[in-house]
């Protein structure tokens, strides 16, 4: 039977309205949602997606086949702090106010971002957005300019200070400006034991820290339905201490692990150092899953773009002969998958990590990317993702046009100025790769030069028959170095 127009259309109308509240519960929202997934010294090669082959990561492998995996994407830093800072301000080291793991003083938390620092929560905050960290910040103090809060974030909850998640079961988290107690008896994050059994329980608190940082996580999500958010989350895993949960532990052959590791590296002992780490990683796979969960929960799994990349290389290695800093096997594992260097270098190995972006609709499903990337571009990326255009100047280029299969975006040179570790500088130009290293002692390095195309393993310096790219290389350090009195390093120059 024809309903009459008039009727019809108030029909229609009525219809509309019951499912008003169906659509905003399903988190349907014309702009997309964004996640942004910080893993914590997450090696290039610890991931089945990469290559790995004995550590578990089921739910990360399940988001590069449902998206875009990079394969020569790089950190903003060879270290935690000025790593974040560059992925949040969309600064390169050559400009980012933080370029080093400076302590802001004798109490907790890193030297702060200022408040005239436009990070990407501000931008995503002024678009209409909600906006939440999670995991480890370490870029200010509670209540200093590099308050979380202050930098556009409606709420932080985990570690403020990068010292203090150097255990997994510490006294307290953050909560804004809140201090939440956690453990009433926490572990601290360095310890040896030289002699005696080395036992797992006697590095294990009441509340392991990881799994209330996942658990705020998917509630800012499930909260976040029928409204655009961008959500950080920045997992501590696989950072050491080696602390994560027995059942993952006892999930890996107990014939890997021969012998202890008593803390001879650094951090706490661990009966089971090999099934340890690995657990760490599975450990930050399943809060992956947990969060593609809660994102199905409300709908919005398919008006997200979710991106998964790591703040910097694999931990670097020690004087021990078996084990790195705080145990961690990383040839056990081939965590740099045959690149060179570790956490703390300019190198491949200590720069080059994971990148995964998913996103329903625009990017291609199961998609590998060799386009060179770094930090500085997902500023740019999610700008022009929110179709906003912020103050002053970034350093970063959009991937939109590679993520939606268009034209290759031309790439500017990639910088890297680093003051700790000796004192390291890095020009990437094209396939070239230029490097110079113990720039703050008296005798410096000699420049390096790598053909990272033909050349991925870093082992045939081209230095002597690539002059001409190392004076550009200086003329692109000279151009992109502001001068930063807290984290200072000086220009070097062709021939000294």
Known sequence: MLIPLRPRLIWWVVAFVAVLPQLSVTGKTAQPNVVLILADDLGWGELGCYGQTRIRTPNIDRLASEGMRFTQHYSGAPVCAPARNVLLTGLHLGHAEIRGNKQAGPGEGQWPISSNALTIAKVFKQAGYRTGAVGKWGLGPVDSSGDPNRQGFDLFFGYNCQAVAHSYFPAYLWRNREKVVINSNPIPGHVSKSEGEVRLEDYQGQTYAPDLIEAEAVNFIEQSAGKPFFLYCAFTEPHVALQPPRRLVDSYPAEWDDQPYRGQCGYLPHPRPRAAYAALITSLDEHVGKLMAALEKIGAKNNTVVIFTSDNGTTHRASDLVFGIGGVDAKFFNSTAGLRGYKGSVYEGGLRVPLIV???????????????????????????????????????????????????????????????????????????????????????????????????????????????????????????????????????????
């Open 358 to 496: 998913r996103w329903p609709g625009k990017v291609k499903a199961g998609a590998t990317c060799d386009f060179p990337s770094y930090f500085p571009d997902h500023f740019a990326t999610l700008c022009e993702i929110l179709k906003v255009h912020p103050p002053g100047t970034r350093d970063g280029i959009s991937l939109l046009p590679v993520l939606t299969g268009k034209n290759a975006t031309k790439r500017n040179p990639m910088v890297w100025v680093y003051p700790e570790y000796g004192g390291q500088v890095c020009v990437r130009m094209g396939d070239y790769k230029v490097i110079r290293g113990k720039l703050s002692t008296k005798a410096p390095d000699d420049w390096e030069v790598y053909d990272l195309k033909q050349d991925r393993e870093e082992k045939n310096d081209l230095a002597k028959k690539r002059p001409v790219l190392i004076k550009q290389a200086v003329e692109i350090l000279k151009a992109q170095m502001n001068e930063n009195r807290v984290f200072p390093l000086k220009v070097p120059a062709v021939n000294s």
